[in-house]
């Protein structure tokens, strides 16, 4: 059976408008929001890197009065609508952080592995049940010059038939496993569990709790929300996507839109025509790339390709639909695994990401040294969101750690032109891109994007 792509396109549009994650009775109650409060750290941003620093804050300094407002609901954007790839790498990948770190490099990629190890000790410690499990991620070739970046001569590639061998696909032409460096998770139900464990340990969490502005006074920062006004002796600033408390890091961020779609669950019959025992993630090489993995309950979930910018840096609810990435993502679905043509779509979303030019997060201080900041992740903050924590916390410590002294962490993006110059250079960048992907040569403009070292990417 081959689907034609008005069935295709069918099948994307019959799919229901929702978060998988989040699509469940088991999403905790929202939390009461706050009025006024005075804490020793104020945490605005219920996301990945909020919850982790609460936390991490906690388990640093016992005691300490930690206070995270939302200005939603704990998971509700990018921390519960991603793929729940959790990777080690910190640098957006190896290629990306060579190019940029080449002396830290190796450094950097011990930190991320233990950062990733960190991860699965505290869901093991504090008992959160995420569905994590440590099976990698499987890089594949669709197209003959992608061959040649899964480096053909190095120990772990795989040849097509040993590729096809973990996850069945006719576009597979070679791979590459990393067994170790990425793990498989609900984002949702581990964004859960880190709260619940953040709150056992004294913090306090307040949903709908809006921060309106922030400004230093009498030695503390007086924080505005729509309840009241928080005194907080330091702040972490973990908004993702969503800049405006920060003048400096505006220029530095655009959104992008980011669609998946989610299968029912496979029979037995459907997985075994699959294989994929190995429950590894999957990426394939292009520059616009899809991932993809199974979920607990043998759903698969398939992203990414169509990163969506939308002019002025448009953020709003009606972008986390669009028909036409859905219906895209849809035809290169059963273009891969024609074999699952009788399986159809449940569940169709989108979510926003904060992409910078260097494709990974940045860090740094604000407020006279009292509030700290970190954003930018491109995609990759499931993971990297730890680390991030712990970075601002030790840059609100004031005292130099192995952590603070990488030129990574001290160096920052360079910024994206104003409107409409980032329109037109995102616009050409994607056009660019998809040429790469089919020819297999990087045009004028993407070399010259390369030696200035920015990027547009999700």
């Given at each position: 059976?081959?689907?034609?792509?008005?069935?295709?396109?069918?099948?994307a549009d019959a799919a229901a408008p929702r978060v998988l994650w989040l699509d469940t009775p088991a999403r905790p109650?929202?939390?009461?929001?706050?009025?006024?409060?005075d804490v020793d750290l104020l945490v605005v941003g219920g996301g990945f890197t909020g919850l982790w620093t609460a936390l991490r804050a906690l388990e640093r300094e016992p005691g300490r009065s930690v206070?995270?407002?939302?200005?939603?609901?704990?998971a509700e954007h990018a921390t519960g609508r991603n793929?729940?790839?959790?990777?080690?790498?910190?640098?957006?990948?190896?290629?990306?952080?060579?190019?940029?770190?080449?002396?830290?490099?190796d450094e950097l990629e011990r930190m991320g592995l233990a950062n990733l190890d960190a991860i699965e000790a505290t869901v093991r410690r504090y008992g959160i049940a995420c569905g994590f499990e440590r099976t990698g991620q499987l890089s594949v070739a669709t197209r003959p010059h992608e061959t040649a970046l899964l480096e053909p001569s190095a120990p772990g590639f795989l040849d097509a038939a040993a590729v096809r061998g973990l996850v069945d696909s006719p576009t597979y032409l070679a791979g590459r496993l990393d067994a170790e460096g990425c793990a498989?998770?609900?984002p949702a139900r581990l964004a859960w569990g880190l709260a619940a464990a953040a709150e056992s340990l004294g913090a306090r969490i307040a949903d709908e709790t809006e921060v309106l502005g922030m400004r230093r006074r009498d030695g503390v920062v007086e924080v505005t929300t729509s309840y009241g006004v928080v005194c907080a002796r330091q702040v972490?600033?973990?908004?993702?996507?969503?800049?405006?408390?920060?003048?400096?890091?505006?220029?530095?961020?655009?959104?992008?839109?980011?669609h998946v779609l989610a299968t029912e669950p496979l029979t037995r019959e459907q997985l075994a025509a699959v294989g994929w025992t190995a429950r590894c993630g999957v990426a394939d090489s292009g520059n616009l790339f899809h991932y993809y993995r199974l979920t607990g309950d043998n759903r698969i979930l398939w992203g990414g390709y169509d990163a969506v910018y939308h002019f002025g840096r448009a953020i709003a609810p009606e972008h986390e639909q669009r028909a036409a990435t859905h219906r895209l993502l849809a035809e290169h679905f059963y273009a891969t695994f024609p074999q699952l043509a009788d399986v159809r779509f449940t569940h169709r979303w989108g979510?926003?990401?904060?992409?910078c030019t260097r494709f990974c997060a940045f860090y740094g201080l604000a407020h006279g040294g009292r509030v700290a900041y970190a954003t930018g992740f491109t995609g990759l903050g499931v993971g990297a969101s730890r680390f991030a924590a712990d970075v601002m916390l030790d840059l609100l410590s004031g005292a130099p750690t192995e952590r603070t002294e990488l030129a990574m962490v001290r160096e920052r993006p360079l910024p994206f032109p104003p409107e409409p110059f980032a329109w037109i250079g995102v616009q050409l960048t994607r056009w660019a891109s998809a040429r790469a992907d089919e020819t297999g040569r990087r045009n004028l403009w993407l070399r010259t994007l390369d030696r200035l070292g920015l990027g547009f990417d999700s």
């Open positions: 059976m081959t689907l034609t792509s008005r069935e295709a396109h069918e099948r109650a929202r939390r009461p929001p706050v009025g006024d409060a206070l995270v407002v939302e200005r939603d609901r704990i793929g729940g790839f959790c990777e080690a790498s910190l640098t957006h990948g190896e290629a990306n952080g060579r190019d940029r770190w080449p002396e830290e490099y498989m998770v609900d972490v600033l973990a908004t993702n996507v969503f800049t405006s408390l920060l003048r400096r890091m505006r220029t530095r961020v655009v959104p992008v839109y980011d979510g926003v990401i904060d992409t």
